[in-house]
Every structure is written in structure tokens, then in C-alpha cells.
């Protein structure tokens, strides 16, 4: 990606103060903005409203980097409408997560080893070796041979015979 069009976008925005405004195809817009943020205030509890207060003041902000990026004083409806895309799915998000801010939290228990070993058996088809059964260990110096105890009783007593280090699901 060649980030000079970002690059020159930056110096324009940057050698002089500049005043960027809406344009008046941009107005109905804003308005519509406004009465969608107002709307959102009244309506929402006050747990979910203070995590979007300036959902029309973060609108413009947007839409005024866009006009920026396009070496533009003015903001298009184009502009606006993108802005407030992006900031229509930013205060979605905070409604959504901020719903369950006020309710009791459960606390998450670990599983026991037990079901993690079952869990590493299904996944493996309802059979599986010790050495997929426990967990990977990078750079333990074996190779993926497992201990020395498994190499030397590996293959011994037949398939799944009584040396077998191989593990199957509860039937």
C-alpha cells in the first residue's frame, strides 16, 4: 500500500488552520444524526446512555478526518453518511456490552482434568495415544518421542495390548 495520498492528505490538513464545514448537502444529515443521538440518550438507561453522550460530536470528528484525508474544507453527505456508519456500529457495541454491566457476575470454573482428558480423547476420534492426550510441550529436547518409559514399552503386547499407551473413550 503506497501511503502517500495519506501522507499528502496530512501535510494539506497540516501546514495552515484550516475550518472545515458541513456542506448544505450534508445538513439533513447532521439533523438526522442529532435526533438519532438525542433519541438514544432519552431512551437507553443511564448504565448503557453514558457510553454514547457524544455519538454526534464523534460523527463529525469522523467525517472531518475524512474530509482531510480528501484535501477537503467542506464535509459531503458522502462523508457523513460513512461517518456515522462507523459510529452507528461503535455505539451498537457499547449498547451491546454495556447491557450486562449491572448484572451479577458468574465466575468461570476451570475444567478438571478429567473432562480435559475426555475432551482430548473425543477430539481425537474416541482413541488416542498418551502423547495426544497430553498437553504439546515445545522444545523439551525429545522430539515428539514422548518419555523414555513410552518409547521402550511402545509396540509391545500388540495393538492396544496391555502396554499400549493408547487412551479410549468411556463406552
Same mark, same amino acid.
Given at each position: 500500500?503506497?501511503?502517500?495520498? *495519506?501522507?499528502?492528505?496530512? !501535510?494539506?490538513? #497540516? ?15 447532521? /439533523? @438526522?444524526? /442529532?435526533?438519532? !443521538?438525542?433519541?438514544?440518550?432519552? +431512551? ?6 453514558? %457510553? ?6 464523534? +460523527?463529525? /470528528? ?9 484535501? &477537503?474544507?467542506? @464535509?459531503?453527505?458522502?462523508? *457523513?453518511?460513512?461517518? %456515522? ?8 457495541? =457499547? ?5 450486562? =454491566? ?5 465466575? $468461570?470454573?476451570?475444567?478438571? *482434568?478429567?473432562?480435559?482428558? /475426555?475432551?482430548? @480423547? ?6 488416542? +495415544? ?7 510441550? $515445545? ?7 514422548? #518419555? !523414555?518409559?513410552?518409547? $521402550? ?10 502396554? &499400549?499407551? $493408547? %487412551?479410549? !473413550?468411556?463406552?
Amino acid at each position: 500500500m503506497d501511503g502517500s495520498d *495519506l501522507s499528502d492528505a496530512y !501535510a494539506w490538513a #497540516t501546514v495552515r488552520p484550516r475550518v472545515v464545514t458541513l456542506s448544505e448537502d450534508a445538513r439533513p444529515l447532521w /439533523r @438526522i444524526v /442529532r435526533r438519532y !443521538a438525542r433519541i438514544l440518550g432519552e +431512551t437507553l438507561p443511564e448504565a448503557q446512555s453514558v %457510553f454514547i453522550e457524544r455519538t454526534a460530536e464523534q +460523527t463529525l /470528528r469522523v467525517a472531518g478526518c475524512l474530509a482531510a484525508a480528501e484535501c &477537503s474544507e467542506a @464535509i459531503t453527505n458522502e462523508m *457523513l453518511g460513512a461517518a %456515522f456508519s462507523l459510529v452507528r456500529c461503535s455505539v451498537q457495541d =457499547a449498547v451491546r456490552i454495556s447491557k450486562g =454491566a449491572d448484572s451479577p457476575k458468574v465466575k $468461570r470454573q476451570p475444567a478438571s *482434568l478429567t473432562d480435559k482428558v /475426555r475432551a482430548r @480423547i473425543e477430539m481425537n476420534g474416541g482413541a488416542a +495415544t498418551s502423547s495426544q492426550v497430553l498437553p504439546l510441550r $515445545r522444545g523439551n529436547g525429545r522430539g515428539g518421542q514422548g #518419555t !523414555a518409559r513410552n518409547r $521402550r514399552h511402545r509396540g509391545t503386547g500388540g495393538e492396544d495390548g496391555p502396554t &499400549s499407551d $493408547r %487412551f479410549h !473413550a468411556a463406552r
